[in-house]
C-alpha cells in the first residue's frame, strides 16, 4: 500500500496544568488510569475514594510526547494527524502552535500536519480543559437545569461527552478526560478510500445482490479503480472490478446460494470477508478495506394490527421475539475496557439465551470490536444515539452542526454490521417531559425536538443507511404526538415501553401479568452484587447495607429501601449480611421471571423484552444481571431459562384452584413436546403427577391443557405443595420450571439435607452433582471469598434427582481444598 501509519499510541506524559511534575501515561487511555498506574490516587472504586477525586475534572490536564517524521512521510501527497477520540475539550498544538480545538468524544478527528511539522524530531501537545468549566461557560449562553441522580453533575447535555461519566443512579462520578483511542500521523498519494456503504438485495430467494458505494478521496487526476473481493470461510467467492468516476465507486456482486446471517438460537451467524481495494493507474494497490458482512435482512415491523400497532423485529421475513437486555458502559473508567472483558459480557449474554443488546443512550457508540462480537454471536443491536434523559441546546446551532457530524460517522462506522436492527434518537427525553411547548431551562422546545429527532436525524439516515430502521426515541409511541409523561405505561397498543411501576412505583411482581405493551425496552429490579464482589469495596466493619460505603455505592436514591420492602414481602428477613446480598439476587431473579415469561407467553401481541440491564460500570447494588467483574448474578441464570427457545411455564390461579401450563416456542418449525408434571408437597411427597404432548407452534406460544388442583389445594393448602414442570423435545429434557402457591415466605421449608460430591475436570475444573432429600429451592454453590464460574446456579432441586454443575474457581485449587471450602446453600439458609 502506498501510504504509511506511524502510531502515536503508547508512552506519553501527563501533566496537571500548572504543575511541573510529569507524570508517565499511555495512549489511548485517560487521566484516571494513568494516575492509578502511577499510584498517584486511590482506586475510586474501593470505599468512598471515588469523593475525594472530583478535583480531577475540575482541572485541565495536558498529554504530550515527541515524534519522528520522516522525509518519505513528509514528501507524500497528504499527511494526516488522525485522532479517533478524544475526550473531550481539547486543544492540539504541534511545535508550540495551536492546529485545533476539539469538543466532542464521540468523534473522529482529522487535521492536516504536512506544513506544521517538520523531518525529525517533533513535540505533539494536547491541553485538555475541566468539562465542568467548559459546562459552566456554556451555562451563561443557555441555562440548563434538571434532575439529578445522587452525586451526579449538573447539566451534562450541553457537553458532548458520554453523559454516564457524570454519574447516574448505577454510576459513580468519573468525568475524565484523555486520549481515549488511537492517534496516528497518516501519509498518503494519489487518493485513498472513504466511506462504503454495502447495500442487500434479498428480492430472490437464490441469490442476493450486493451494491457496493464506495467513497475516494483524491488529490490527483490519476484514473484510479476499485475491486471487491467476496469470500466465505477462506474461499473466493466473486471478484468485481470497475473504475472510479469522480470521488465515487460503484460495485455490483451477485451472490448465488446465500448462507444467510440469523440472530442467536435461529440458524448460522453466517459472516462472508469483503475486501474493497482501490488501485493507480499501474495497478498498484493503494488502499484496502476489510469488512464482514451477513447477508440478511433485518428490521423493525410497525403496521395496523388488532391491538393498535404491531412493534417487532423480523429477520429475513421471520418476525422474532427479541430477549435481551439494556447494556451500560462496562467500565466507569472506558479506557481499561478489554477485548477479553467485551467477549466474556457478550458471551454471557448469548449463552443466556438473548438475541438482542440495546446500547444505551446515556453511554457512548461501542467500540469495533463490540459490534465484531454482536456479528459473531448473533445480537442484534438496538443501538441509541447518545442522547438521554435530559433537555438539549437545540437551538445552538454549533450544537446541532457538531451532533449531526458524530452521528454521521459513527452511522457510517457501523451500518455494515450484520447486528445492527435499529437506531433510535434518544432515551426518556419526551417522555420524562423534557420537550416542551416553551424551551426553559428544564426543557427544550418541542418543535426542534421534533425537527431534530423526526426530521434531521431520519433524513440522514435515509442517505447513509437507507435499509436500517429509526425510531426517534424510546419509550415511543406515535410520530407528532406529544408522550404523556405523566402515564409510562399507558402506550399498551403501540410503541415501545419503560415499565418501572414494578421497583419505582412500588407494584408487587404480579404487576408485570397485568402488561400487555408491544416492546418492553426497559424494566428492571435490582439486587446487590455477591459477597466476593462486595469484599472488593468493603472493610469487614462496613458490611451492612445500611453503612456509609454500601450506601455509597448504591446510586438509586430509593435503592436498598426498595430492594428490602420487596425483600419483605416475598422472603422472610435474610439472617446475616451475606444472606442478604443472596437473597436480593434471588429476589431480583423471581421479579424478571414474573416479567419475561409473561411477555412470551403474550406472543405475537408482545414481541420483545429488554432487561435494564445486563451489566454493571462498577462495583455495587444495581439493576444488572452480571456484575462489574463479570460474576453471573442469580437473574442472569434465571434469564438462561426464561428466554430458552423453547420453554414451560404456568400461571396458577388460586380461586379456581387451575393451573395453566404453556409452551413457549422460539424455533423456526414446529416440535412435538412432552410435558411432564409432578404435584409434591413441601416434604417431597408426591400427591400427583401426569403427562401430556404438546405440539409447539414455531414463533409461538401454546397453551397446554389445563390442570386442576383444586381438591389438593384444599387438602393441602397452598403453603404445602409445589408443581414441577418438564419439557421434553425429541427426548431431551429442554426446559424446567417450578410453580409456587404462596409466596416463598409463607413455605414452611424443612431442611432439604443437601449433598454433593466432587470430581475434577480438565482445566483445573470440577464437577460437582448435588442432590437433596427433600425439596431445594434456589440451590447456589459459592466459595467464600472467591469467585466462581458455574455451569449453572440458582436451581430447585427434586428430592432424589442429581444435578451436575461444573465450577471453574478464579483461582486453582486442588480438589481437597476445594471439596473443604465449597458451600451448597439454599433459601432455607438464608434466614
Same mark, same amino acid.
Given at each position: 500500500?502506498?501510504?504509511?501509519?506511524t502510531s502515536?499510541?503508547?508512552?506519553?506524559?501527563?501533566?496537571?496544568?500548572?504543575?511541573?511534575?510529569?507524570?508517565?501515561?499511555?495512549?489511548p487511555?485517560c487521566?484516571?488510569?494513568?494516575?492509578l498506574a502511577a499510584?498517584k490516587?486511590?482506586?475510586p472504586f474501593?470505599?468512598? /475514594?471515588?469523593?475525594?477525586?472530583?478535583?480531577?475534572?475540575?482541572?485541565?490536564w495536558? !498529554?504530550?510526547?515527541?515524534f519522528?517524521?520522516?522525509?518519505g512521510?513528509?514528501?507524500?501527497?497528504? +499527511?494526516l494527524?488522525?485522532?479517533?477520540?478524544?475526550?473531550?475539550?481539547?486543544?492540539? !498544538?504541534?511545535?508550540?502552535? +495551536?492546529?485545533?480545538?476539539?469538543?466532542?468524544m464521540?468523534r473522529?478527528?482529522?487535521?492536516d500536519v504536512k506544513?506544521?511539522?517538520?523531518?525529525?524530531?517533533?513535540?505533539?501537545r494536547?491541553?485538555?480543559?475541566?468539562?465542568?468549566? !467548559?459546562?459552566?461557560? @456554556?451555562?451563561?449562553v443557555?441555562?440548563i437545569?434538571?434532575?439529578?441522580?445522587?452525586?451526579q453533575?449538573?447539566?451534562?447535555?450541553?457537553?458532548?461527552?458520554?453523559?454516564?461519566?457524570?454519574?447516574?443512579?448505577?454510576?459513580p462520578?468519573l468525568?475524565?478526560?484523555?486520549?481515549w483511542?488511537?492517534?496516528?500521523?497518516? $501519509?498518503?498519494n494519489?487518493?485513498?478510500l472513504?466511506?462504503?456503504?454495502?447495500l442487500?438485495?434479498h428480492?430472490?430467494?437464490?441469490?442476493? @445482490?450486493?451494491?457496493?458505494?464506495?467513497?475516494v478521496?483524491?488529490?490527483?487526476?490519476?484514473?484510479?479503480?476499485?475491486?471487491?473481493?467476496?469470500?466465505?470461510?477462506?474461499?473466493?467467492?466473486?471478484r468485481?472490478?470497475?473504475p472510479?468516476?469522480?470521488?465515487?465507486?460503484e460495485?455490483?456482486? =451477485?451472490?448465488?446460494?446465500?448462507?444467510l446471517?440469523?440472530p442467536?438460537?435461529?440458524?448460522?451467524?453466517n459472516l462472508y470477508?469483503? $475486501?474493497?481495494?482501490?488501485?493507480?493507474?499501474?495497478?498498484?494497490?493503494?488502499?484496502?478495506k476489510r469488512?464482514?458482512?451477513?447477508?440478511r435482512?433485518?428490521?423493525?415491523?410497525?403496521?395496523?394490527d388488532r391491538w393498535?400497532e404491531s412493534?417487532?423485529?423480523?429477520?429475513?421475513?421471520?418476525?422474532?421475539?427479541?430477549?435481551?437486555?439494556?447494556?451500560?458502559?462496562?467500565?466507569?473508567?472506558?479506557?481499561?475496557q478489554?477485548?477479553?472483558?467485551y467477549?466474556q459480557l457478550?458471551?454471557s449474554?448469548?449463552?443466556?439465551n438473548m438475541?438482542?443488546?440495546?446500547v444505551?443512550?446515556?453511554?457512548?457508540?461501542?467500540?469495533?470490536?463490540?459490534y465484531?462480537?454482536?456479528?459473531?454471536?448473533?445480537?442484534c443491536?438496538?443501538?441509541?444515539f447518545?442522547f438521554a434523559?435530559?433537555p438539549?441546546p437545540?437551538?445552538?446551532?454549533?450544537?446541532v452542526k457538531?451532533?449531526m457530524?458524530?452521528m454521521?460517522q459513527?452511522?457510517s462506522?457501523?451500518? /455494515?454490521?450484520a447486528?445492527i436492527?435499529?437506531?433510535c434518537g434518544?432515551?426518556e427525553?419526551?417522555?420524562?417531559?423534557?420537550?416542551?411547548?416553551?424551551a426553559d431551562?428544564?426543557?427544550?422546545?418541542l418543535? +426542534?425536538?421534533?425537527?431534530?429527532?423526526?426530521?434531521?436525524?431520519p433524513d440522514?439516515l435515509?442517505?447513509l443507511?437507507?435499509?436500517?430502521?429509526y425510531?426517534?426515541g424510546?419509550?415511543?409511541?406515535?410520530?407528532g404526538?406529544?408522550?404523556?409523561?405523566?402515564?409510562?405505561?399507558d402506550?399498551?397498543?403501540?410503541?415501545d415501553?419503560?415499565i418501572?411501576?414494578?421497583?419505582?412505583?412500588?407494584?408487587?411482581?404480579?404487576? !408485570?401479568?397485568?402488561?400487555?405493551?408491544?416492546?418492553?425496552s426497559e424494566?428492571?429490579?435490582q439486587?446487590?452484587?455477591?459477597?466476593?464482589?462486595?469484599?472488593t469495596?468493603?472493610?469487614?466493619?462496613?458490611?451492612?447495607?445500611?453503612?456509609?460505603?454500601?450506601?455509597h455505592?448504591?446510586?438509586s436514591?430509593?435503592?436498598n429501601?426498595?430492594?428490602?420492602?420487596?425483600m419483605?414481602?416475598?422472603?422472610?428477613?435474610?439472617? =446475616?449480611?451475606?444472606s442478604?446480598?443472596w437473597?436480593s439476587q434471588?429476589?431480583?431473579?423471581?421479579?424478571?421471571k414474573?416479567?419475561?415469561?409473561?411477555w412470551r407467553r403474550?406472543?405475537?401481541?408482545?414481541?420483545?423484552?429488554?432487561?435494564?440491564?445486563l451489566? =454493571?460500570?462498577?462495583p455495587g447494588?444495581s439493576?444488572?444481571?452480571?456484575?462489574?467483574?463479570?460474576?453471573w448474578?442469580?437473574?442472569h441464570f434465571?434469564?438462561?431459562?426464561?428466554f430458552?427457545p423453547?420453554?414451560v411455564?404456568?400461571?396458577?390461579?388460586?380461586?379456581?384452584?387451575?393451573?395453566?401450563?404453556h409452551v413457549?416456542?422460539?424455533l423456526?418449525?414446529?416440535l412435538?413436546?412432552?410435558?411432564l408434571w409432578?404435584?409434591?408437597?413441601?416434604e417431597?411427597?408426591?400427591?400427583?403427577?401426569?403427562?401430556q404432548y404438546?405440539?409447539a407452534?414455531a414463533?409461538?406460544?401454546t397453551?397446554a391443557?389445563?390442570?386442576?388442583?383444586?381438591?389438593? +389445594?384444599?387438602k393441602n393448602g397452598?403453603?404445602?405443595?409445589?408443581?414441577?414442570?418438564?419439557?421434553s423435545?425429541k427426548?431431551?429434557?429442554?426446559?424446567?420450571?417450578?410453580v409456587l402457591?404462596?409466596?416463598p415466605k409463607?413455605l414452611e421449608?424443612? =431442611?432439604p439435607q443437601?449433598?454433593?460430591?466432587?470430581?475434577?475436570?480438565?482445566?483445573?475444573?470440577?464437577?460437582?452433582?448435588v442432590?437433596?432429600?427433600k425439596?431445594?429451592?434456589?440451590v447456589?454453590?459459592?466459595?467464600v471469598g472467591?469467585?466462581?464460574?458455574?455451569?449453572d446456579?440458582f436451581?430447585n432441586?427434586?428430592p432424589?434427582?442429581?444435578?451436575q454443575?461444573?465450577?471453574s474457581?478464579?483461582?486453582?485449587?486442588?480438589?481437597?481444598?476445594f471439596?473443604r471450602k465449597?458451600?451448597?446453600?439454599?433459601?432455607?439458609?438464608?434466614?
Amino acid at each position: 500500500m502506498v501510504s504509511m501509519m506511524t502510531s502515536l499510541n503508547g508512552e506519553w506524559n501527563l501533566q496537571k496544568s500548572g504543575s511541573r511534575e510529569i507524570i508517565p501515561a499511555t495512549v489511548p487511555g485517560c487521566v484516571h488510569s494513568d494516575l492509578l498506574a502511577a499510584k498517584k490516587i486511590d482506586d475510586p472504586f474501593v470505599g468512598d /475514594n471515588e469523593e475525594k477525586l472530583r478535583w480531577i475534572y475540575k482541572e485541565s490536564w495536558i !498529554y504530550s510526547r515527541e515524534f519522528e517524521v520522516d522525509r518519505g512521510s513528509l514528501n507524500c501527497d497528504r +499527511l494526516l494527524l488522525c485522532c479517533d477520540g478524544l475526550d473531550t475539550v481539547a486543544k492540539i !498544538y504541534i511545535n508550540g502552535k +495551536l492546529l485545533a480545538e476539539t469538543d466532542n468524544m464521540f468523534r473522529k478527528w482529522e487535521f492536516d500536519v504536512k506544513g506544521v511539522v517538520q523531518p525529525g524530531k517533533n513535540e505533539i501537545r494536547l491541553r485538555f480543559d475541566s468539562p465542568l468549566d !467548559y459546562i459552566q461557560g @456554556k451555562q451563561k449562553v443557555r441555562k440548563i437545569d434538571y434532575p439529578y441522580a445522587p452525586y451526579q453533575v449538573p447539566s451534562g447535555s450541553l457537553i458532548r461527552k458520554e453523559p454516564c461519566s457524570f454519574g447516574w443512579d448505577w454510576a459513580p462520578c468519573l468525568a475524565t478526560c484523555g486520549i481515549w483511542k488511537p492517534i496516528c500521523l497518516l $501519509a498518503f498519494n494519489t487518493a485513498r478510500l472513504g466511506e462504503i456503504m454495502i447495500l442487500q438485495d434479498h428480492t430472490s430467494q437464490k441469490n442476493v @445482490k450486493l451494491k457496493i458505494n464506495v467513497g475516494v478521496e483524491k488529490i490527483s487526476s490519476a484514473k484510479l479503480s476499485i475491486r471487491a473481493t467476496l469470500a466465505f470461510n477462506g474461499t473466493t467467492v466473486c471478484r468485481e472490478l470497475q473504475p472510479v468516476n469522480g470521488n465515487r465507486g460503484e460495485i455490483s456482486i =451477485d451472490v448465488k446460494n446465500p448462507q444467510l446471517w440469523w440472530p442467536r438460537n435461529m440458524g448460522r451467524q453466517n459472516l462472508y470477508e469483503l $475486501a474493497v481495494e482501490i488501485f493507480d493507474e499501474r495497478g498498484e494497490a493503494i488502499d484496502c478495506k476489510r469488512f464482514r458482512i451477513g447477508l440478511r435482512t433485518l428490521s423493525l415491523i410497525r403496521e395496523k394490527d388488532r391491538w393498535g400497532e404491531s412493534f417487532y423485529f423480523q429477520v429475513n421475513g421471520v418476525p422474532f421475539f427479541a430477549k435481551g437486555a439494556n447494556w451500560i458502559p462496562a467500565d466507569a473508567i472506558a479506557t481499561r475496557q478489554t477485548p477479553e472483558k467485551y467477549r466474556q459480557l457478550l458471551s454471557s449474554a448469548a449463552e443466556a439465551n438473548m438475541n438482542m443488546i440495546r446500547v444505551w443512550g446515556g453511554g457512548f457508540y461501542e467500540s469495533d470490536i463490540f459490534y465484531d462480537l454482536c456479528d459473531e454471536l448473533g445480537l442484534c443491536v438496538w443501538q441509541d444515539f447518545m442522547f438521554a434523559c435530559a433537555p438539549y441546546p437545540l437551538e445552538d446551532k454549533e450544537f446541532v452542526k457538531n451532533a449531526m457530524i458524530e452521528m454521521e460517522q459513527n452511522v457510517s462506522r457501523l451500518r /455494515n454490521h450484520a447486528c445492527i436492527a435499529l437506531w433510535c434518537g434518544n432515551n426518556e427525553i419526551e417522555s420524562c417531559g423534557y420537550a416542551a411547548e416553551k424551551a426553559d431551562s428544564g426543557h427544550m422546545s418541542l418543535k +426542534l425536538y421534533r425537527l431534530f429527532f423526526e426530521k434531521m436525524i431520519p433524513d440522514m439516515l435515509a442517505k447513509l443507511a437507507p435499509q436500517h430502521s429509526y425510531l426517534s426515541g424510546s419509550p415511543y409511541k406515535e410520530a407528532g404526538k406529544h408522550y404523556n409523561p405523566d402515564v409510562w405505561t399507558d402506550n399498551q397498543g403501540r410503541g415501545d415501553a419503560h415499565i418501572w411501576s414494578v421497583w419505582h412505583g412500588r407494584k408487587p411482581f404480579e404487576f !408485570y401479568r397485568t402488561c400487555e405493551h408491544r416492546f418492553a425496552s426497559e424494566f428492571g429490579f435490582q439486587s446487590f452484587p455477591e459477597p466476593a464482589t462486595v469484599s472488593t469495596f468493603t472493610k469487614p466493619t462496613e458490611r451492612n447495607i445500611t453503612s456509609y460505603v454500601m450506601e455509597h455505592h448504591q446510586r438509586s436514591g430509593i435503592g436498598n429501601t426498595v430492594i428490602m420492602q420487596y425483600m419483605l414481602d416475598w422472603f422472610r428477613m435474610p439472617k =446475616d449480611f451475606n444472606s442478604t446480598l443472596w437473597a436480593s439476587q434471588i429476589l431480583q431473579s423471581l421479579a424478571m421471571k414474573y416479567a419475561c415469561e409473561h411477555w412470551r407467553r403474550l406472543m405475537p401481541r408482545s414481541m420483545g423484552a429488554l432487561i435494564w440491564q445486563l451489566n =454493571d460500570t462498577w462495583p455495587g447494588a444495581s439493576w444488572s444481571g452480571i456484575d462489574y467483574f463479570g460474576q453471573w448474578k442469580a437473574m442472569h441464570f434465571s434469564a438462561r431459562r426464561f428466554f430458552a427457545p423453547l420453554m414451560v411455564s404456568a400461571v396458577e390461579d388460586l380461586k379456581s384452584g387451575k393451573v395453566q401450563p404453556h409452551v413457549t416456542c422460539d424455533l423456526l418449525e414446529p416440535l412435538k413436546c412432552k410435558l411432564l408434571w409432578k404435584l409434591t408437597n413441601l416434604e417431597g411427597k408426591l400427591l400427583r403427577k401426569g403427562q401430556q404432548y404438546v405440539l409447539a407452534k414455531a414463533g409461538k406460544d401454546t397453551p397446554a391443557a389445563e390442570l386442576n388442583f383444586k381438591s389438593e +389445594l384444599e387438602k393441602n393448602g397452598p403453603r404445602n405443595m409445589l408443581l414441577w414442570l418438564e419439557l421434553s423435545g425429541k427426548g431431551q429434557p429442554v426446559s424446567e420450571n417450578l410453580v409456587l402457591f404462596a409466596r416463598p415466605k409463607h413455605l414452611e421449608l424443612p =431442611d432439604p439435607q443437601i449433598s454433593f460430591n466432587v470430581r475434577a475436570t480438565e482445566n483445573c475444573g470440577f464437577l460437582v452433582t448435588v442432590e437433596s432429600q427433600k425439596p431445594a429451592l434456589w440451590v447456589w454453590l459459592e466459595i467464600v471469598g472467591m469467585h466462581l464460574k458455574c455451569s449453572d446456579n440458582f436451581i430447585n432441586l427434586e428430592p432424589g434427582k442429581p444435578v451436575q454443575i461444573t465450577v471453574s474457581p478464579s483461582k486453582p485449587m486442588k480438589i481437597g481444598q476445594f471439596v473443604r471450602k465449597l458451600k451448597v446453600r439454599s433459601l432455607f439458609n438464608t434466614y
